[in-house]
């Protein structure tokens, strides 16, 4: 005789307990520990655009797609996982992309301050 009970007579917290990604596993561990990079990410929306990495905010984007498609892919599907690493790639991909604007707006600042420069001289 099976010690665990059959599905249908399971409250709705034992059969969260018991499920594969459940509280018991590494499948709800893990992505609720990787909300703090995304808590971080936010947090770093408040930093100038001149104080970020961008390796950083590549590495952040980057592992947040390659790990969104592999919890898709793994048995038990984990959507915690999912959605924790389309958080970590959107926080990543929007500092990215103020990194590139800001980097954009040094180029055309200093297009725009060579010709004064040179009449200057």
Do not use: C
């Amino acid at each position: 005789m099976s010690s665990a009970a059959p599905a249908v007579t399971q409250s709705a917290f034992q059969k969260f307990w018991n499920h594969p990604a459940g509280p018991k596993t590494i499948h709800f561990w893990a992505p609720a520990a990787k909300w703090a990079l995304v808590v971080a990410g936010v947090g770093d929306l408040n930093r100038p655009a001149e104080n970020l990495s961008l390796s950083q905010n590549v590495a952040l984007a980057a592992t947040g797609l390659i790990w969104s498609r592999y919890s898709l892919v793994i048995i038990p599907k984990n959507y915690s996982l999912l959605t924790v690493n389309m958080f970590v790639a959107g926080t990543g991909l929007m500092q990215l992309s103020r990194i590139f604007v800001y980097r954009q707006g040094l180029k055309a600042q200093e297009k725009s301050d060579a010709p004064a420069a040179a009449a200057a001289k």
